[in-house]
T-cell receptor
Framework: GAVVSQHPSWVICKSGTSVKIECRSL??????MFWYRQFPKQSLMLMAT?????????EQGVEKDKFLINHASLTLSTLTVTSAHPEDSSFYIC????????????FGPGTRLLVL | AQSVTQLDSHVSVSEGTPVLLRCNYS??????LFWYVQHPNKGLQLLLK??????LVKGINGFEAEFKKSETSFHLTKPSAHMSDAAEYFC???????????????FGTGTKLQVIP
């Protein structure tokens, strides 16, 4: 089956630094990628939807200047947490929808971010 | 280690009839379990979640799920299907080991629900 990878799987950083998380579709092209975050024992929260070559659509309450999303190619989307603070510590998951396969979607393994 | 198995990739029901979407899980710890729904071209939406409280969990839009530890199941049900329920449904398990608060999330492969008028 199709594979979505995320890198890094773990990241620990100091408060005030920026962190970039990559989401790659390894063996298919993805026109749409979703970014989610999850707090312990909470549900996933959709942060934004990104379409290749266009600006991401952010959900209400998500700061677009804080969480920069770039979907520059059909196999790569990046989420950059700018000036990270401890409250940004969370589990970030991406998913990718394959081009030409209606409604088929694959999830990445997630990235754990810990901001000290 | 944890895993989720959604036993049916496609389920088709007639409008007004009951819905049953099956999910079995395995987890080395006390898991949290979720059901999400995704409509075409939309992100995931939480239907309901189980986090070690009542085993029968009621969610939005008339859905409910029962956590059965002995059967390691968390099946999603609804008494009467509506056309708007046609979507893809994901069962998700999340455990919380005692080492550093790391939490792993595993998705099922999804079940596409078709509702026939």
């Amino acid at each position: 089956g199709a594979v979505v990878s995320q890198h890094p799987s773990w990241v620990i950083c100091k408060s005030g630094t920026s962190v970039k998380i990559e989401c790659r579709s390894l063996d298919f092209q993805a026109t749409t990628m979703f970014w989610y975050r999850q707090f312990p024992k909470q549900s996933l929260m959709l942060m934004a939807t990104s379409n290749e070559g266009s600006k991401a659509t952010y959900e209400q309450g998500v700061e677009k200047d804080k969480f920069l999303i770039n979907h520059a190619s059909l196999t790569l989307s990046t989420l950059t947490v700018t000036s990270a603070h401890p409250e940004d510590s969370s589990f970030y998951i991406c998913s990718a929808r394959a081009s030409g396969r209606k409604e088929t979607q694959y999830f990445g393994p997630g990235t754990r971010l810990l901001v000290l | 280690a944890q895993s989720v198995t959604q036993l049916d990739s496609h389920v088709s029901v007639s409008e007004g009839t009951p819905v049953l979407l099956r999910c079995n899980y395995s987890s080395s710890y006390s898991p949290s379990l979720f059901w999400y729904v995704q409509h075409p071209n939309k992100g995931l939406q939480l239907l309901l979640k189980y986090t070690s409280a009542a085993t029968l969990v009621k969610g939005i839009n008339g859905f409910e799920a029962e956590f059965k530890k002995s059967e390691t199941s968390f099946h999603l049900t609804k008494p009467s299907a509506h056309m708007s329920d046609a979507a893809e449904y994901f069962c998700v398990v999340s455990d919380d080991p005692n080492s550093g608060g790391y939490q792993k999330v595993t998705f099922g492969t999804g079940t596409k629900l078709q509702v026939i008028p």
